[in-house]
């Protein structure tokens, strides 16, 4: 499961981060990769930092799967035409990711 901390800005390196205790640690606390010797945690982040910037002024971000078995639900029910349903498929394919989907394949 994953954890967005609002009001959290996106640190310039592992010093700059919150999370990391740079006076005690010599791992990341989060993924508990080795800082020292990989980087200069004073000037860069890791390559695998799991921290994810969400673009400025973003909308609501939605579980775009669940959507998508809504709309397969009026399609199915006849609520909406073929071309509707392909035409909700290939707009929603098209939109960016935000967040990568976890556990399984990003459709998105």
């Known amino acids: 499961m994953s ?3 609002k009001g959290m800005e ?3 390196s592992c010093f700059d ?3 990391f205790d740079n006076f005690c640690q010599e791992r990341c606390g989060v993924t508990g990769t080795l800082v020292y010797g990989e980087i ?3 000037r860069e982040t890791l390559p695998d930092c799991p921290l994810i910037p969400l673009p ?3 909308g609501r971000l939605i579980d775009a799967e669940a959507y998508v078995d809504y709309m397969q639900n009026r399609y199915d029910n006849n609520e909406i ?3 509707d349903w ?3 498929r290939l707009s929603l394919k098209d939109q960016p990711t935000i967040v990568p989907a976890e556990g399984g394949t990003d459709n998105g």
């Open 81 to 83: 035409t073929n071309g």
């Open 10 to 12: 996106m640190p310039e």
């Open 86 to 88: 392909i035409d909700f």
């Open 3 to 5: 954890l967005i901390i």
């Open 56 to 58: 400025e002024g973003h």
């Open 17 to 19: 981060c919150s999370i």
């Open 40 to 42: 200069d945690p004073q």
